[in-house]
C-alpha cells in the first residue's frame, strides 16, 4: 500500500481561504460510510441503468453509426435560456455561422419559446423537441450541446443530466465583448487554422504536509504523464512538479511563453464561505506551491499563493488552448452543498447563487486570443475518487479522457468517459446501498472510495464549446506561434443580471429608503412587421402610491430585439437589492409577453 494511504484519515482536495483550514475535515472511511448509508438513489437512476447497461457498445453517447469527430453526423445546438437578451446570439454570430455550415441539417438553435424554460428538466426540455431516453438522436437533437447563460438561469443540474447522454458545454460571460472574443478565438483557430506544437503541460502541486495533493501529484499525474510517454509519443510532455509548481510558473502556462496545447493541472482549489467578499471572484482559484501547507500556515490565505481570475492580465493570449483543472470549485460552485445534501441531508447554502468560477471563462474571453475550453469541476473534486485502499489506482477515466483530446476527439467526446464512469457507479453504488440495507457488510473504505468517485464523475463540466478540438499541426512540424485575434467592440458594458433565485411575485416593494416602488410595461416604441422590436420597462417609486404625482423613475431597461440592452439606475437607487430584483422581474415578465405576443403573430 502506497505511504499516502497508510494512515487511516481520508484527506479531500478544498482549502478555505477564510480560515485557511481544509474545505472538509480528515475523516477516517468508516465515518464517511456512515454518512453515505444514508444517501438516497439519484433522481435519473434509470437512466444512468440504461447507460451502464449500455456502456460495452462503442456509441458512447450517441447511437450506433456516427462518427463523433464529424459535426454534419453527429450534430451541433446551441441552448439560449427564453429569456435571454437577443444581443448575446448576435455577438456569438461568428460561432454559430461556423457551426451551422459544419453540422448542416442537424444544426439546431433552442432561443426563445424554444429555449429552456424556468425550471425547466431535462427529460421535459427534450420531450418538447421530440427526444427521449437512450443514446443521442442527431436527427432529434443535436449531440454536441453549447448551454449559453448563467447557472441561474440554465440550472447546473440541468447540465449534468443533459450530459449523461449529451456532450454539454457552457459558456457564460458578462459583457458582450467577451462572447465576441470567444467566438472569433473558436472561429479564428479552426478556419485560418491555428497549428500548435503538440505539447502537454503537467502542473502538479505537492503542498508540504498535504496528503490530498500529495496524493494527486503522486498517483496520479506521474503515473499519468509516464504512461502517455511511453504510448503517444508523438507528442512532448513537461511537467512542472511539486517546488516547479508556483503561481509564477502557473502564469507562464496560461497565456505566458511556455502555454502548451494541453494543460493538466493537479491542485486544490479555493473555497470561500457565504458571505466572504472573495467568494465571487476567488472561488475555485488554484491554490499553488507557494503555499506552506496546513501546519506551516494559520489564518486567511494571501492571493500571494493561488491563481485566480483576476491574475489572468489582459494581455495573455491563449489562442487553441485547452485545459483540465482537478480542483474543487476549478468550473462552479452551486448554491447548496451537495456533500451537506447527500451525507446529511442538510440544505446548506454555501453561495448567494450558482456561479460559475472566474479563471475559465476569463481563458476563454481573453482579447488577444482565448482558450477553447476548460474541463473542471462543479462544486468539490475528491482526490480519493482515483485511489483508494482495496481498489488500487482508477486514473482510468482521466488517462482515456486526455488520450481522446491527444487523438483529435472533440472535448465533448473524450468527457464521455467521466460520464460513463457516473452511470456505472451510480447504478453499482445503488445496488450496494440496498444490499448493505438487507445486512450486508460492507468495506468501509472500499465503499467511501466507491462514492466518492462516483460524486468526482458527476461534477466534471466542459466550460466552453463541447465541439472544440486541439489545434495541433504534424509531429514533425514546427508549431505556430499564436496570433492575436482582432474583434469589433460589441458592448463592454456589463449584462443584466439573472433574477434571483425567487422572487414573490408582489405588485410592489419596499426599497431601502421605505419608499413604495411600482413598475409599469407593454408599451413598444416601435412596432415593425408585426415584431415588438423596442421594449422600455420603466419601475418607479413614489412617496405616495395615490398620488401619482409624486412617482419618480428609479430603474430604466430598454430591451431591442436583434440589438443592445441597456439598463440605467438612478443614483439614489443602486444599492437597492429589493428594487432591483423588482425590476427585473418585470423585465423578465416584458420578454415573455413579448415572445407570446410574437408566437400568436406567427400563428395568426
Same mark, same amino acid.
Given at each position: 500500500?502506497?505511504?499516502?494511504?497508510?494512515?487511516?484519515?481520508?484527506?479531500?482536495?478544498?482549502?478555505?481561504? +477564510?480560515?485557511?483550514?481544509?474545505?472538509?475535515?480528515?475523516?477516517?472511511?468508516?465515518?464517511?460510510?456512515?454518512?453515505?448509508?444514508?444517501?438516497?438513489?439519484?433522481?435519473?437512476?434509470?437512466?444512468?441503468?440504461?447507460?451502464?447497461?449500455?456502456?460495452?457498445?462503442?456509441?458512447?453517447?450517441?447511437?450506433?453509426?456516427?462518427?463523433?469527430?464529424?459535426?454534419?453526423?453527429?450534430?451541433?445546438?446551441?441552448?439560449?435560456?427564453?429569456?435571454? /437578451?437577443?444581443?448575446?446570439?448576435?455577438?456569438?454570430?461568428?460561432?454559430?455561422?461556423?457551426?451551422?455550415?459544419?453540422?448542416?441539417?442537424?444544426?439546431?438553435?433552442?432561443?426563445?419559446?424554444?429555449?429552456?424554460?424556468?425550471?425547466?428538466?431535462?427529460?421535459?426540455?427534450?420531450?418538447?423537441?421530440?427526444?427521449?431516453?437512450?443514446?443521442?438522436?442527431?436527427?432529434?437533437?443535436? %449531440? %454536441?450541446?453549447?448551454?449559453?447563460?448563467?447557472?441561474?438561469?440554465?440550472?447546473?443540474?440541468?447540465?449534468?443530466?443533459? /450530459?449523461?447522454?449529451?456532450?454539454?458545454?457552457? =459558456?457564460?460571460?458578462?459583457? $458582450?465583448?467577451?462572447?465576441?472574443?470567444? &467566438?472569433?478565438?473558436?472561429?479564428?483557430?479552426?478556419?485560418?487554422?491555428?497549428?500548435?506544437?503538440?505539447?502537454?503541460?503537467?502542473?502538479?502541486?505537492?503542498?508540504?504536509?498535504?496528503? #490530498?495533493?500529495?496524493?494527486?501529484?503522486?498517483? @496520479?499525474?506521474?503515473?499519468?504523464?509516464?504512461?502517455?510517454?511511453?504510448?503517444?509519443?508523438?507528442?512532448?510532455?513537461?511537467?512542472?512538479?511539486?517546488?516547479?509548481?508556483?503561481?509564477?510558473?502557473?502564469?507562464?502556462?496560461?497565456?505566458?511563453?511556455?502555454?502548451?496545447?494541453?494543460?493538466?493541472?493537479?491542485?486544490?482549489?479555493?473555497?470561500?464561505?457565504?458571505?466572504?467578499?472573495?467568494?465571487?471572484?476567488?472561488?475555485? !482559484?488554484?491554490?499553488?506551491?507557494?503555499?506552506?501547507?496546513?501546519?506551516?500556515?494559520?489564518?486567511? =490565505?494571501?492571493?500571494?499563493?493561488?491563481?485566480?481570475?483576476?491574475?489572468?492580465?489582459?494581455?495573455?493570449? $491563449?489562442?487553441?488552448?485547452?485545459?483540465?483543472?482537478?480542483?474543487?470549485?476549478?468550473?462552479?460552485?452551486? @448554491?447548496?452543498?451537495?456533500? !451537506?445534501?447527500?451525507?446529511?441531508?442538510?440544505?446548506?447554502?454555501?453561495?448567494?447563487?450558482?456561479?460559475?468560477?472566474?479563471?475559465?471563462?476569463?481563458?476563454?474571453?481573453?482579447?488577444?486570443?482565448?482558450?477553447? &475550453?476548460?474541463?473542471?469541476?462543479?462544486?468539490?473534486?475528491?482526490?480519493?475518487?482515483?485511489?483508494?485502499?482495496?481498489?488500487?489506482?482508477?486514473?482510468?477515466?482521466?488517462?482515456?479522457?486526455?488520450?481522446?483530446?491527444?487523438?483529435?476527439?472533440?472535448?465533448?467526446?473524450?468527457? +464521455?468517459?467521466?460520464?460513463?464512469?457516473?452511470? +456505472?457507479?451510480?447504478?453499482?453504488?445503488?445496488?450496494? $446501498?440496498?444490499?448493505?440495507?438487507?445486512?450486508?457488510?460492507?468495506?468501509?473504505?472500499?465503499?467511501?472510495?466507491?462514492?466518492?468517485?462516483?460524486?468526482? &464523475?458527476?461534477?466534471?463540466?466542459? =466550460?466552453?464549446?463541447?465541439?472544440?478540438?486541439?489545434?495541433?499541426?504534424?509531429?514533425?512540424?514546427?508549431?505556430?506561434?499564436?496570433?492575436?485575434?482582432?474583434?469589433?467592440?460589441?458592448?463592454?458594458?456589463?449584462?443584466? !443580471?439573472?433574477?434571483?433565485?425567487?422572487? #414573490?411575485?408582489?405588485?410592489?416593494?419596499?426599497?431601502?429608503?421605505?419608499?413604495?416602488?411600482?413598475?409599469?410595461?407593454?408599451?413598444?416604441?416601435?412596432?415593425?412587421?408585426?415584431?415588438?422590436?423596442?421594449?422600455?420597462?420603466?419601475?418607479?417609486?413614489?412617496?405616495?402610491?395615490?398620488?401619482?404625482?409624486?412617482?419618480?423613475?428609479?430603474?430604466?431597461?430598454?430591451?431591442?430585439?436583434?440589438?443592445?440592452?441597456?439598463?440605467?439606475?438612478?443614483?439614489?437607487?443602486?444599492?437597492?437589492?429589493?428594487?432591483?430584483?423588482?425590476?427585473? &422581474?418585470?423585465?423578465?415578465?416584458?420578454?415573455?409577453?413579448?415572445?407570446?405576443? =410574437?408566437?400568436?403573430?406567427?400563428?395568426?
Amino acid at each position: 500500500m502506497p505511504d499516502e494511504l497508510v494512515d487511516e484519515l481520508m484527506y479531500f482536495n478544498g482549502v478555505n481561504g +477564510e480560515s485557511g483550514e481544509y474545505d472538509l475535515p480528515p475523516m477516517t472511511g468508516e465515518e464517511l460510510a456512515g454518512f453515505i448509508q444514508g444517501v438516497g438513489e439519484p433522481e435519473n437512476l434509470k437512466e444512468l441503468r440504461f447507460r451502464f447497461q449500455s456502456a460495452t457498445q462503442k456509441h458512447l453517447g450517441m447511437k450506433e453509426g456516427i462518427d463523433p469527430k464529424r459535426l454534419d453526423q453527429s450534430g451541433w445546438g446551441v441552448i439560449f435560456a427564453h429569456d435571454a /437578451d437577443p444581443a448575446v446570439k448576435d455577438a456569438l454570430g461568428e460561432l454559430l455561422n461556423h457551426r451551422k455550415e459544419q453540422a448542416g441539417e442537424f444544426y439546431k438553435i433552442y432561443k426563445g419559446a424554444d429555449g429552456h424554460r424556468p425550471d425547466e428538466s431535462k427529460g421535459k426540455f427534450l420531450a418538447r423537441h421530440g427526444a427521449g431516453p437512450g443514446p443521442a438522436d442527431p436527427e432529434k437533437v443535436p %449531440y %454536441y450541446l453549447l448551454i449559453v447563460g448563467d447557472p441561474q438561469r440554465i440550472p447546473y443540474r440541468f447540465q449534468s443530466q443533459l /450530459d449523461v447522454q449529451y456532450a454539454v458545454g457552457r =459558456i457564460y460571460f458578462e459583457t $458582450l465583448d467577451e462572447y465576441a472574443n470567444y &467566438a472569433r478565438s473558436v472561429v479564428d483557430a479552426e478556419t485560418k487554422p491555428l497549428k500548435l506544437s503538440r505539447e502537454m503541460a503537467f502542473f502538479g502541486v505537492a503542498n508540504e504536509g498535504d496528503r #490530498a495533493t500529495k496524493l494527486s501529484s503522486g498517483q @496520479l499525474l506521474d503515473p499519468m504523464r509516464a504512461k502517455l510517454k511511453e504510448d503517444i509519443s508523438d507528442w512532448t510532455y513537461k511537467a512542472y512538479m511539486r517546488e516547479a509548481a508556483t503561481k509564477e510558473q502557473l502564469g507562464k502556462l496560461l497565456g505566458g511563453d511556455e502555454t502548451p496545447a494541453l494543460l493538466f493541472s493537479a491542485s486544490h482549489g479555493m473555497s470561500f464561505p457565504l458571505g466572504s467578499s472573495r467568494q465571487l471572484e476567488h472561488m475555485g !482559484a488554484l491554490l499553488c506551491q507557494d503555499w506552506p501547507g496546513p501546519g506551516n500556515w494559520n489564518g486567511p =490565505i494571501m492571493q500571494d499563493f493561488y491563481f485566480a481570475g483576476d491574475d489572468l492580465g489582459s494581455d495573455k493570449n $491563449l489562442l487553441g488552448m485547452i485545459a483540465f483543472f482537478f480542483a474543487c470549485y476549478g468550473a462552479g460552485t452551486p @448554491l447548496m452543498d451537495e456533500f !451537506a445534501r447527500q451525507a446529511f441531508k442538510d440544505k446548506t447554502q454555501i453561495a448567494p447563487h450558482d456561479f460559475l468560477a472566474k479563471l475559465p471563462g476569463r481563458m476563454l474571453s481573453n482579447p488577444k486570443g482565448g482558450a477553447l &475550453a476548460v474541463i473542471g469541476h462543479v462544486e468539490r473534486a475528491w482526490g480519493y475518487s482515483f485511489l483508494w485502499p482495496g481498489a488500487g489506482r482508477q486514473t482510468e477515466v482521466f488517462d482515456s479522457t486526455i488520450r481522446r483530446l491527444l487523438k483529435g476527439h472533440p472535448v465533448g467526446s473524450a468527457v +464521455e468517459y467521466f460520464n460513463e464512469r457516473y452511470a +456505472e457507479l451510480s447504478t453499482v453504488l445503488s445496488d450496494e $446501498l440496498e444490499e448493505i440495507e438487507f445486512g450486508k457488510m460492507a468495506d468501509p473504505y472500499e465503499l467511501s472510495g466507491m462514492w466518492t468517485a462516483n460524486n468526482d &464523475a458527476r461534477g466534471y463540466a466542459i =466550460i466552453g464549446d463541447p465541439a472544440v478540438r486541439l489545434p495541433v499541426g504534424d509531429a514533425d512540424e514546427p508549431g505556430d506561434e499564436r496570433w492575436v485575434i482582432e474583434v469589433q467592440p460589441v458592448g463592454s458594458h456589463k449584462l443584466g !443580471a439573472a433574477p434571483a433565485p425567487v422572487i #414573490a411575485n408582489k405588485p410592489t416593494s419596499t426599497d431601502k429608503a421605505g419608499k413604495e416602488a411600482s413598475a409599469d410595461f407593454g408599451v413598444a416604441e416601435v412596432l415593425e412587421e408585426n415584431e415588438l422590436r423596442v421594449v422600455t420597462v420603466t419601475t418607479y417609486t413614489a412617496a405616495d402610491v395615490e398620488d401619482s404625482g409624486t412617482r419618480k423613475a428609479a430603474v430604466r431597461t430598454r430591451l431591442v430585439l436583434d440589438g443592445d440592452t441597456q439598463t440605467v439606475v438612478a443614483e439614489d437607487h443602486a444599492g437597492s437589492e429589493d428594487l432591483l430584483a423588482l425590476h427585473q &422581474a418585470m423585465v423578465n415578465e416584458a420578454v415573455e409577453a413579448r415572445l407570446v405576443y =410574437i408566437e400568436m403573430q406567427e400563428e395568426a
